[in-house]
């Protein structure tokens, strides 16, 4: 069972979920509630947060689990980057992000990501 991580980057803390190649909705889901019950448990407006999604599987009952998640964990977070979105994943995205009114940047890389998270005093 995968769970989330802190990668410490120019000296922040940076929450990692690596959801990459998961194809199982029960792992996903799994992860997912763990990253949410972490997250709010910190402190409001205090955690970075960086989501890989690469080779996830995906589909709207996961969307929909995303969705309630990112909407209670909303108030702890100060910034979100999220990489590995291609294709269909991309497109369901940018709906997410209207659904929740959150500003999660999309990066190319890891190390970009990390860089713009970093960024956050």
């Not at 803390?13 to 997912?32: A, G, H, P, R, V």
């Amino acid at each position: 069972m995968r769970k989330p991580e802190i990668i410490k980057h120019k000296g922040k803390e940076i929450l990692y979920l690596n959801f990459s190649n998961l194809k199982k909705k029960e792992q996903i889901i799994e992860l997912k509630d763990l990253s949410g019950d972490l997250i709010q448990q910190q402190d409001v407006n205090s955690t970075l947060a960086l989501i890989n999604m690469e080779g996830m599987f995906f589909d709207y009952e996961i969307r929909s689990h995303f969705i309630q998640v990112a909407k209670k964990n909303t108030l702890h977070i100060k910034a979100s980057a999220i990489i590995g979105l291609y294709g269909l994943l991309s497109v369901l995205y940018n709906g997410f992000i209207k659904i929740t009114g959150r500003n999660i940047k999309q990066f190319k890389t890891k190390k970009e990501a990390l860089d713009y998270l970093a960024s956050f005093t």
